[in-house]
């Protein structure tokens, strides 16, 4: 069978924790900086009577807005992962079926198995469609799953591009 794409799920599940990780220190590094703000807007400046200007707003919108993208990105893979398992296990179920008909999957579609069969040609049609049907649904979730995650993934990449340049500016 020649539905899987390439990739492995258990390396796309370990890259989206790893960025869902990521994003639990980023934000652990803006209560970082809300705290040392806090201390830094309580004692005045010097020479001054007023509390200091908090200089790190800037870099925390940053940071929280970078920390909650790569959560979500970290999510979408881990999702997708979810979907390519069960897609796979979907298509395991099919197998005992597609043998004994003398049945296999090419690409996207159920054919018949080169060289003779024994079973009985309407008989062996009947189940071709009906596994064709089982197939299509699989691809077909999987499908949209994918598309949609290239969707948020190019989404994403456009929102942490302009993160970065805001970083890169300091506006």
């Known amino acids: 069978m020649t539905v899987a794409p390439p990739g492995d799920p258990g390396s796309t599940s370990a890259l989206g ?15 970082d900086l ?7 807007a309580r004692t005045p400046r010097p020479g001054h009577d007023d509390p ?13 807005r970078a920390a909650t993208e790569l959560d979500r990105v970290g999510g979408l893979l881990q999702s ?13 179920a099919l197998e005992p079926a597609l ?12 054919v018949e198995r080169a060289g003779p069969s024994r079973v009985e040609p309407a008989e062996r049609l009947a189940e ?13 979730v999987r499908s949209r799953e994918l598309a949609r995650l290239r969707r948020e993934l190019e989404q994403s990449g456009t929102t942490l ?7 890169r500016s300091g506006t």
């Open 17 to 31: 924790g790893a960025l869902r990780t990521q994003a639990g220190r980023l934000a652990d590094l803006v209560v």
């Open 34 to 40: 809300e705290a040392a703000a806090r201390r830094g």
């Open 52 to 64: 200091a200007v908090d200089p790190t707003r800037h870099e925390r919108d940053l940071l929280t």
């Open 80 to 92: 997708w992962t979810t979907t390519a398992v069960e897609a796979a296990a979907r298509m395991r």
């Open 99 to 110: 043998a004994r008909f003398d049945l296999v999957v090419d690409g996207r579609l159920v």
């Open 128 to 140: 071709r469609e009906r596994l064709q049907e089982l197939l299509n649904r699989v691809t077909a």
């Open 161 to 167: 591009a302009a993160l970065s340049a805001r970083a």
